[in-house]
């Protein structure tokens, strides 16, 4: 069994490998408008949708990801939590879908 902060080690790492795989995915012409911080926290926003929405406990062998919607909650909550106001869904969108590759490719 590893440790609480063995734990952390490894889940921190998971995050720096994604964020560098995300970064390789993402279009060159939006790459400079988002910091790594801002990606980080999208990665928080993504995962904390998939738990809200229901995606996770479907029982369905597959499941409907819709990414733009995904892309504007987001938004949503980095500008409510004031986090940043000027995200454009349609940008974030890549970061979305890479994010999710990422996954699909790490299960």
Do not use: H, W
Not at 47 to 55: A, K, Q, R
Request: glycine share 2%; charged share 35%.
């Amino acid at each position: 069994m590893t440790s609480f902060d063995e734990e952390i080690r490894l889940d921190e790492e998971e995050n720096r490998r994604e964020l560098a795989y995300i970064r390789t995915q993402m279009p060159s012409t939006i790459k400079k408008f988002y910091s790594d911080k801002d990606i980080l926290y999208m990665m928080d926003v993504i995962v904390d949708y998939y738990f809200t929405s229901g995606i996770l406990e479907s029982d369905d062998e597959e499941v409907d990801i819709d990414l733009e919607v995904i892309a504007e909650y987001v938004c949503k909550r980095a500008k409510d939590e004031g986090f940043c106001s000027s995200f454009n869904p349609e940008e974030v969108f890549f970061i979305v879908q890479a994010d999710l590759d990422f996954q699909e490719q790490n299960v």
